[in-house]
T-cell receptor
């Protein structure tokens, strides 16, 4: 079974600071990787995803993530955060190929950006 | 673009009552998923359906059942509700295309059991 860990549970940054959220997964095969964002009181929104190809993927709102296979990592980055990025961020994985495969989520990282 | 629709958005029930949550997937999506998110927790997978057949099963209690109908909408039936069932219930939908699928989440149903 796959598992996902997010190293930082809470991160506090000032506006314009750079962001990197760690995500490591454990799975004995190919995985599809995702980052979702959950703004306060809202549902999960897809930020970006990786299936194959270029390991550096760009998502919405200036976010990007890099898949490093040798490290089983899929860290999320943003060069300059804004107050509106305050939210909880979830890394998630699923095995590819079959419909209906569950997403396994990391524990989430709660980001607070100070204006 | 059309999104996943869930109803109701909020629901208050008492212990031992039953509840039915509904999910309408994005048009043309053939797979639906149900997740439960407790306060301060990450979403936990309950169950999924592909083409109206159960596809994957997670930590869904025996008191819960679900199904996907011919129009691809899904219902999660919850019986003998317990206080611990209070949570946000998300539905997601996807379309498997060339071995890849992305789950898109609905706004959730917030269930409070008193």
């Amino acid at each position: 079974a796959q598992s996902v860990s997010q190293h930082n549970h809470h991160v506090i940054l000032s506006e314009a600071a750079s962001l990197e959220l760690g995500c490591n997964y454990s799975y004995g095969g190919t995985v599809n990787l995702f980052w979702y964002v959950q703004y306060p009181g809202q549902h999960l929104q897809l930020l970006l995803k990786y299936f194959s190809g270029d390991p550096l993927v760009k998502g919405i709102k200036g976010f990007e993530a890099e898949f490093i296979k040798s490290k089983f990592s899929f860290n999320l980055r943003k060069p300059s955060v804004q107050w509106s990025d305050t939210a909880e961020y979830f890394c998630a994985v699923t095995p590819p190929g079959n419909a209906g495969n569950m997403l396994t989520f990391g524990g989430g990282t709660r980001l607070m950006v100070k204006p | 673009a059309a999104g996943v629709i869930q109803s109701p958005r909020h629901l208050i029930k008492e212990k031992r009552e039953t509840a039915t949550l509904k999910c309408y997937p994005i048009p043309r999506h053939d797979t639906v998923y149900w997740y439960q998110q407790g306060p301060g927790q990450d979403p936990q997978f309950l169950i999924s359906f592909y083409e109206k057949m159960q596809s994957d099963k997670g930590s869904i209690p025996d008191r819960f059942s679900a199904q996907q109908f011919s129009d691809y909408h899904s219902e999660l039936n919850m019986s003998s509700l317990e206080l611990g069932d209070s949570a946000l219930y998300f539905c997601a939908s996807s379309l498997l295309k060339e071995g890849q699928e992305t789950q898109y989440f609905g706004p959730g149903t917030r269930l409070l059991v008193l």
